[in-house]
């Protein structure tokens, strides 16, 4: 049985990124965390911690005994980029940090998928649509607009389960697509009523 974590874990766990999982803290915190079944140390470097399953329950869930506490900040906090935000950081670091965090996320697929299986979307994935859909795209390289700029777009829809990409080069769409399905998705081409521009419409794969 996971044992409940004290005051400053839990602090640490509220804190981890919302798109990955991805934990920062001292190493005895993240340590104490690993023994707990709340957290896990990547096999490869940079050997980040991540929240297991456990852990990302009890991140998700009320906080039944604390006060509540004001959110932590974004700064610094790891974010896939959707599309359409101001010109984003191209360094080498980020491009780690991308990596590191699609890393986490496949193994988040390892260890919560049926019979562990990666090559499609786990429970996380289908509760936060949009930014494992733009994770995906943004781990593969494709390039999210900035600003009013050319990029892919990933927008939430009405349908369940089913993230909209929008790109303005239709050869930069149908790689987006693939991509998409390439890492668990499934993909259609389709024609928006009004603008009469084309888009793909992405839903995870269950099987």
Not at 21 to 35: M, N
Not at 39 to 56: S, V
Request: glycine residues 10%; hydrophobic residues 35%.
């Amino acid at each position: 049985m996971t044992r409940q974590p004290s005051a400053a874990q839990r602090r640490v766990v509220e804190a981890a990124d919302p798109g990955t999982g991805r934990l920062r803290g001292t190493e005895a915190q993240l340590a104490g965390l690993v023994k707990k079944g709340l957290a896990f140390r990547h096999p490869r470097p940079p050997h980040a911690y991540f929240l297991t399953p456990a852990g990302h329950r009890i991140r998700e869930a009320p906080a039944r005994d604390a006060a509540p506490e004001p959110a932590a900040s974004d700064s610094g906090v790891f974010a896939a980029r959707v599309g359409g935000e101001d010109a984003g950081d191209t360094t080498p670091a980020r491009l780690r940090e991308v990596r590191s965090a699609w890393e986490g996320l496949v193994e988040l697929r390892r260890m919560t998928n049926p019979g562990g299986a990666t090559d499609r979307p786990c429970g996380w994935e289908r509760k936060h649509l949009v930014r494992a859909a733009a994770l995906a795209l943004e781990a593969a390289g494709h390039r999210p607009a900035a600003g009013d700029g050319d990029g892919y777009r990933v927008r939430a829809t009405a349908q369940p389960e089913a993230v909209a990409v929008h790109e303005n080069d239709p050869t930069a769409l149908r790689a987006c697509a693939a991509t998409l399905e390439r890492t668990g998705w499934q993909v259609s081409e389709h024609t928006d009523t009004r603008t009469r521009t084309r888009y793909v419409l992405a839903s995870p794969r269950r099987m």
